[in-house]
């Protein structure tokens, strides 16, 4: 089902690099939702009117608030898919964030008002009764709404949408708050007793619990993460395999959006090579870049010795100390100023983000005296720094 709807309204569906065909995608996402959980509120709120059911009924205003979430959702992507301009020159996408948070917000604010509505059936219970015809709706729902599930995450894997994905997520979630309502009823008809209230407490704290959990992995890249470790080594790897770089570091990915990112990394080239050449192979890389990941890669050139005998000596020599003592620390950047009575040596030191400043402080003091106790002429000039991504 879920392949003949993309089929047939998605125009060029295979090409989800394209940003009108992402578009398209999220459209029909958001149309579907929509019908969907329209449809559903109107059965279930039905429903819950027949028997006097509040868990029945907080199920159906949840539904209506997923159907208001599509139509966010729906303005979201449209949004999200409009070009760069003159103001906005990194185009719409992080719309799409601020969308799916908007629904978060939405999917909190009904879990809280249900919480209090079934709180209040809890203190003044109510007489029920029992219909064969709402278990059939709400088993009917349930098959719904894990049909809708997996379309959504389906869908959202493909084109990396987080607004997709977190209708997926709240999919799954209404799963578990309508069993629970199915157990209200059954337990109902079966026994006689009125849980009602209770279960509809349920359902509101799995509904609000399901809004933090989307607001978290929306707000996420809005306020700024790390690049996914895969991605990281894909692209150092890919940047140090071009003959004529020699390491890389310093790896920053910005995220404008699904599908729009901008990054920034420093290549170590040969000192002993013209600038022309060096520069040359790096924009190289940054064209292949785009092509291969999709990706705005900036590059700044770091020119590093790779000949004096000296400086490789020192510098094979500062490695051994650092790894000796933690091999989670690396350093780049190194130079060395080499005299009589003092040679210097001048590197940035990158730590492990968790690392507090006592612990680096300890670590830089050892660092000192590890490579003074090999040779105290040495003078070491450090930046401290954390790194960006995952380690190498």
């Given at each position: 089902m879920t392949e003949f709807l993309v089929k047939i309204f998605v125009k060029d569906y295979k090409n989800t690099e394209d940003i009108q065909v992402r578009t398209r995608y999220g459209?029909?996402?958001?149309t579907v939702g929509i019908c969907c959980n329209i449809l559903l509120f109107c059965a279930k709120f039905f429903a819950?009117?027949?028997?006097?059911?509040?868990?029945?009924?907080?199920?159906?205003?949840?539904?209506?608030?997923?159907?208001?979430?599509?139509?966010?959702?729906?303005?979201?992507?449209?949004?999200?898919?409009?070009?760069?301009?003159e103001d906005h020159p990194f185009g719409h996408g992080r719309v799409e964030y601020i969308a799916a948070f908007i629904v978060a917000f939405l999917v909190i604010q009904v879990g809280f008002s249900l919480f209090k509505t079934?709180?209040?059936?809890?203190?003044?219970?109510?007489?029920?009764?029992?219909?064969?015809?709402?278990?059939?709706?709400?088993?009917?729902?349930?098959?719904?709404?894990?049909?809708?599930g997996f379309f959504n995450h389906t869908l959202g894997k493909r084109i990396q949408s987080s607004v997709m994905k977190a209708t997926a997520a709240d999919s799954i979630g209404d799963v578990v708050t309508t069993s629970a309502t199915i157990l209200s009823v059954g337990v109902y008809g079966i026994w006689g007793l009125n849980i009602d209230g209770f279960v509809g407490l349920v359902v509101s704290v799995i509904v609000m619990?399901?809004?933090?959990?989307?607001?978290?992995?929306?707000?996420?890249?809005?306020?700024?993460?790390?690049?996914?470790?895969?991605?990281?080594?894909?692209?150092?790897?890919?940047?140090?395999?071009?003959?004529?770089?020699?390491?890389?570091?310093?790896?920053?990915?910005?995220?404008?959006?699904?599908?729009?990112?901008?990054?920034?990394?420093?290549?170590?080239?040969?000192?002993?090579?013209?600038?022309?050449?060096?520069?040359?192979?790096?924009?190289?890389?940054?064209?292949?870049a785009l092509r291969k990941f999709?990706?705005?890669?900036?590059?700044?050139?770091?020119?590093?010795?790779?000949?004096?005998?000296?400086?490789?000596?020192?510098?094979?020599?500062?490695?051994?100390?650092?790894?000796?003592?933690?091999?989670?620390?690396?350093?780049?950047?190194?130079?060395?100023?080499?005299?009589?009575d003092q040679i210097n040596l001048i590197f940035d030191l990158v730590f492990p983000r968790e690392y507090n400043k006592k612990k680096r402080d300890w670590l830089k003091e050892e660092i000192i005296r590890k490579v003074t106790e090999t040779d105290k002429r040495c003078c070491l000039i450090i930046t401290a720094e954390s790194g960006f991504g995952v380690e190498k």
């Open positions: 459209l029909m996402a958001s819950g009117i027949l028997v006097n059911s509040i868990s029945v009924m907080a199920d159906a205003f949840n539904n209506l608030s997923d159907a208001a979430s599509s139509i966010i959702g729906f303005i979201g992507v449209k949004m999200a898919g409009k070009p760069a301009d079934s709180l209040g059936k809890v203190l003044h219970p109510e007489e029920m009764s029992f219909k064969f015809i709402t278990l059939v709706i709400l088993f009917l729902s349930v098959f719904a709404k894990l049909w809708l619990l399901a809004g933090v959990n989307i607001a978290k992995e929306t707000l996420a890249p809005l306020i700024g993460e790390p690049i996914d470790p895969k991605l990281y080594r894909e692209i150092t790897e890919f940047v140090e395999s071009y003959e004529g770089i020699v390491g890389s570091h310093d790896l920053i990915v910005h995220d404008y959006g699904p599908s729009k990112s901008m990054a920034s990394i420093h290549a170590e080239v040969p000192n002993d090579v013209s600038v022309e050449i060096s520069h040359e192979i790096v924009d190289r890389i940054e064209r292949e999709g990706i705005f890669l900036v590059i700044h050139m770091d020119p590093v010795e790779t000949k004096n005998e000296r400086v490789l000596e020192f510098g094979s020599m500062l490695e051994n100390v650092i790894h000796g003592i933690d091999a989670r620390i690396t350093f780049h950047d190194f130079r060395l100023i080499d005299g009589k």
